[in-house]
Each structure stands twice: as structure tokens, then as C-alpha cells.
Nanobody, 121 residues
Framework: QVQLVESGGGLVQAGGSLRLSCAAS????????MGWYRQAPGKERELVARITSGGSTNYADPVKGRLTISRDNAKNTVYLQMNSLKPEDTAVYYC???????????????WGQGTQVTVSS
């Protein structure tokens, strides 16, 4: 059994900051790419940022320069530091990871349950 548990969402004023965390637990052999996605009401889920096990990152254009993804491989945890938040960043944020379970030969994709981020104007 593998779980991704997110924390750190909440309500913040425009221009403020939040830090999201997502910890993977369970029977894990290794983790490849980890990422953050978001889904606003009435919109499709979209990629926010992703990071490889070696630390390479890529970001969606709307968040470049404001949001920073990082990870702690020893803790199987990925973070999203969110600065200069805007009302259009309001969404449910989901973490995502490509995980190789112990005894398995293939990576599977797992999702967290989501955490709400609301930015007021």
C-alpha cells in the first residue's frame, strides 16, 4: 500500500505565501518524478511543477518565478513553496508521484487527496 498525504493548504491574501508538503509512505522501493497539479472550479487539472529524483525541475508558465518545487529524497517528500500568490492561484492542489513498490517491476502513478488553496483579493 502506498499513500501520498498533502498538508499546508489554506486561505491567504493576495501577495502572501504558503508552503505545501506531500509525503509518500508505504512499501516504496524508489520514487521517480514527483509533481504538483491543481484544479480550479470548472477547469481541468493542470500541471504546476514537477521535479525528478535528480532535482531537475520544470514549471507551468503562470507560476514561474513565484512557486518553487523541491524534494527531500530521504523523507520521500515533495514541497511547493508558493510566494506572491494571486487570486487565480486558487485551486485544489494535488501531489503526484511515480513510485516503484517493493517487489514490483514497474512504476505506477499515485495521487494525493488534494489540499485547498484559496487566495483572496
Amino acid at each position: 500500500q502506498v499513500q501520498l498525504v498533502e498538508s499546508g493548504g489554506g486561505l491567504v491574501q493576495a501577495g502572501g505565501s504558503l508552503r505545501l508538503s506531500c509525503a509518500a509512505s508505504g512499501s516504496i522501493s524508489s520514487i521517480n518524478v514527483m509533481g504538483w497539479y491543481r484544479q480550479a472550479p470548472g477547469k481541468e487539472r493542470e500541471l504546476v511543477a514537477r521535479i525528478t529524483s535528480g532535482g531537475s525541475t520544470n514549471y507551468a508558465d503562470p507560476v514561474k518565478g513565484r512557486l518553487t518545487i523541491s524534494r527531500d529524497n530521504a523523507k520521500n517528500t515533495v514541497y511547493l513553496q508558493m510566494n506572491s500568490l494571486k487570486p487565480e492561484d486558487t485551486a485544489v492542489y494535488y501531489c503526484n508521484a511515480e513510485i516503484l513498490r517493493r517487489g514490483s517491476y514497474f512504476y505506477n502513478t499515485y495521487w494525493g487527496q488534494g489540499t485547498q488553496v484559496t487566495v483572496s483579493s
